[in-house]
């Protein structure tokens, strides 16, 4: 599974006109599953998101996680973080997880996410929508984080 993480201080998902979901000072995360990822790849996708530390602390220093100062999350789908751009101008999808699979671990990762930061504290956008992403970057700050999926000996 993959997770594009900014730092942001709000950022909001419009679907038709309607705000989905919305965060205040937290992380706007892209989520993707890949072929082969399993929920258990979500979970530690999430645990690795919700420890990683981008925020500052008192001396300056990227010490704090978003848990420790209970900041925002809005989650958001996109399978397009998957996408292989290693030959020609058109990028292949196959290493995307199926819609079906996608939207499962993607409804998983979510639902963990509520239980282990707060439903109060998590957003979403809406899983195969058009979605319109608005977002004020902080810092700037992104990270790309990845859980590898495990092949099959």
């Not at 993607?106 to 504290?121: K, T």
């Not at 608005?134 to 495990?150: A, M």
Request: negative net charge.
């Amino acid at each position: 599974m993959i997770a594009l993480l900014q730092r942001v201080s709000h950022a909001a998902v419009v679907v038709d006109g309607e705000t989905v979901g919305a965060i205040d000072a937290g992380l706007m995360v892209l989520v993707c599953a890949e072929r082969n990822d399993t929920p258990a790849d979500a979970d530690a996708l999430l645990t690795k998101l919700l420890a990683y530390r981008v925020f500052a602390d008192e001396a300056g220093k990227m010490n704090r996680s978003v848990a420790d100062l209970q900041g925002g999350l809005l989650l958001v789908p996109q399978f397009t973080l998957a996408a292989d751009t290693n030959s020609g101008t058109r990028p292949s999808f196959t290493p995307a997880a199926a819609p079906e699979l996608g939207r499962q671990l993607f409804d998983h990762f979510v639902a963990q996410a509520r239980v282990r930061h707060g439903d109060a504290w998590v957003g979403t956008g809406r899983f195969g929508a058009d979605m319109k992403v608005s977002l004020t970057n902080d810092g700037p700050v992104t990270f790309w984080l990845q859980v590898k999926p495990k092949v099959p000996a």
